[in-house]
């Protein structure tokens, strides 16, 4: 019989403490309106500086554990690598668009102003169409995700998004003049990706030049994986109470416009994580690459 994986229990409850950090985070953001300014202004290209801190936090337990001795073995499991492009970029900015048109110009239509709801639905379009490059991470340690795996999809999807990010938007907009957010798009890629990649890679090869044999050095690389994972739950926290802390009086002065924005992004998460593990189940695709897999869909919804 498998041995079943072990869920602890600060693990098993995250939702609550993500919850109580939203509080948090709203009740300080309307506390110390001034700090939570000070600290947004700390960003370039849209990318803030102290949210990129948190990230490397969040981030760097699972490029610890990246092989790269695997890549060349990638090819092997193609299966998760279609399943997250095709729900990626066939299928989840296309959703996201209809879900904005159905709920902003027919079921809130009494709710909300036109001219505004035209800007929501450009809005969601704009969220749907960017797949995450960061929190997928933390979300395929939490799954027990396969760590290689996933750093070659958010990769790959990152490749993609620098040529399909502005045409298909566009076509969604239908406009022809959208400007890709070049400045955001690298500096993301290298804040979130790249600076916590080789920090792991660094701290990887000085646990294996420190081991006598590989049993040793894998060994060796779980006990420092399982001391320093609280540091990315720790991470994760901390992001959702700044996130939500810039956003404190805003929520807390339009409530009903926040909740009526949600309801679709909400659909959207669960529908896309649904169709992706669905797929990936029925494909019979192991559980490790299956899971980061189907996340990468929903986690820019979380970022």
Not at 146 to 168: E, G, R
Not at 177 to 198: C, R
Not at 247 to 276: E, K, R, T, W
Request: with cysteine.
């Amino acid at each position: 019989m498998k041995a079943k994986l072990q869920i602890d229990l600060f693990e098993r409850y995250l939702s609550i403490w993500v919850a109580l950090c939203i509080g948090a985070g709203i009740g300080l953001g309307s506390l110390f309106p001034g700090l939570f300014q000070a600290l947004a202004k700390l960003e370039y290209g849209s990318v803030n500086f102290v949210v990129a801190v948190l990230i490397w936090f969040m981030v760097y337990p699972m490029m610890v554990s990246v092989d790269f001795t695997s890549l060349k073995r990638i090819h092997e499991r193609p299966k998760g690598l279609v399943i997250t492009l095709t729900v990626n970029w066939l299928i989840k900015p296309f959703t996201m668009a209809g879900l904005g048109v159905l709920f902003f110009h027919y079921f809130f239509i009494d709710l909300i102003d036109p001219a505004n709801a035209s800007q929501y639905i450009a809005g969601l379009i704009l969220l749907g169409a960017a797949p995450c490059t960061a929190m997928v991470f933390v979300w395929s340690q939490l799954t027990r995700g396969d760590a290689t795996y996933t750093l070659v999809q958010v990769a790959l999807n990152d490749v993609i998004m620098i040529f399909a990010f502005a045409p298909i938007v566009a076509l969604l907009l239908g406009l022809t003049d959208i400007e890709v957010p070049w400045a955001t798009l690298l500096l993301s890629v290298g804040l979130y990706v790249l600076i916590p990649l080789v920090a792991g890679v660094i701290t990887r090869v000085k646990l294996s030049q420190s081991s006598k044999t590989s049993l040793e050095a894998v060994q060796t690389l779980a006990r420092f994986n399982a001391r320093i994972k609280p540091i990315s739950v720790l991470g994760l926290l901390g992001t959702v109470v700044l996130l939500f802390g810039f956003q404190g009086q805003i929520i807390l002065d339009q409530p009903l416009l926040i909740a009526l924005i949600a309801v679709p992004l909400l659909i959207q998460s669960y529908g896309i994580f649904a169709i992706a593990y669905l797929a990936a189940r029925a494909w019979r695709v192991p559980f490790n690459v299956a899971a980061p897999c189907a996340l990468i869909g929903t986690s820019n919804f979380l970022n």
